[in-house]
């Protein structure tokens, strides 16, 4: 699978300038702010692909323990 995000020329300094504020991009980072940027939105997808994962496992184990019967 291939994802790719267009941004227009016009408001990509804007997106990358906003990324790297909200993620701590300093120019001590030893990369551009560009680079950081997409390492970010890299990072939040594979973040928010794990946090899913970990609630589709809680709710099967969930369901088997609430299937046990303790008497």
Not at 12 to 26: E, H, K, M, N, R
Request: hydrophobic share 50%; aromatic share 6%; net charge positive.
């Amino acid at each position: 699978m291939t994802i790719t995000f267009e941004i227009p020329d016009g408001q990509a300094a804007q997106i990358v300038d906003g990324v790297c504020a909200a993620t701590g991009w300093s120019a001590a980072s030893g990369v551009t702010k560009a680079q950081w940027a997409k390492d970010a939105v890299v990072k939040y997808l594979k973040d928010t692909a794990k946090r899913g994962q970990v609630k589709q496992a809680m709710g099967t184990i969930a369901a088997a323990v609430e299937a046990v019967s303790i008497t």
